[in-house]
């Protein structure tokens, strides 16, 4: 009876260091700007500008793209919201609100849509600088990454 304890335990705790083991992700740090942040080491830059996973699934990878306005076609990260949101004509607006990069205000949105028939998820923050108004869109990524990505983001003088 011991023996089989000990033998489900052993089984439960190799269980654990796998699952464990095979969810730790590498993370480098990359540039945009005057922004520095951290990715995923299995996302490359494509050439479009974008950062995406080359582990993705059902032709749809996750990724993140950067875009930035001098404030020449935005007046406020305020204004680029509410574009946003005015664009978003197929896409349900799932959560809205605010948070902080780098110790700034910044908006977020998320949205979800079907695609070929596959249900994905974009999430978009928000922020301006002295410089920019930055737009971080994020494209079917778990919380965890876009936690990582977010909180990592700096902003270099």
Not at 32 to 49: C, R
Not at 88 to 101: H, K, N, P, R, V
Not at 105 to 130: C, D
Request: glycine share 6%; aromatic share 14%; proline share 2%.
């Amino acid at each position: 009876m011991k023996k089989r304890i000990l033998a489900v335990v052993a089984l439960l705790f190799a269980v654990v260091c796998l699952g464990g083991c095979s969810s730790n992700v590498e993370w480098v740090t990359e540039t945009y700007e005057e922004l520095a942040f951290q990715i995923p080491v299995t996302w490359e830059e494509n050439p479009e500008g974008y950062y995406t996973s080359t582990e993705g699934n059902d032709g749809m990878n996750e990724g993140l793209a950067l875009d930035s306005d001098p404030f020449m076609a935005y007046e406020s990260d305020r204004e680029w919201v509410e574009n946003l949101k005015s664009l978003q004509e197929d896409a349900t607006l799932t959560a809205e609100g605010q948070t902080a990069i780098a110790g700034i205000r910044a908006y977020y949105l998320s949205f979800q849509e079907l695609f070929e028939g596959q249900s994905h998820t974009s999430r978009y923050y928000v922020f301006e600088t002295n410089s920019y108004i930055y737009r971080l869109t994020f494209y079917d990524c778990s919380d965890d990454i876009i936690e990582k990505v977010v909180n990592s983001t700096q902003i270099n003088d």
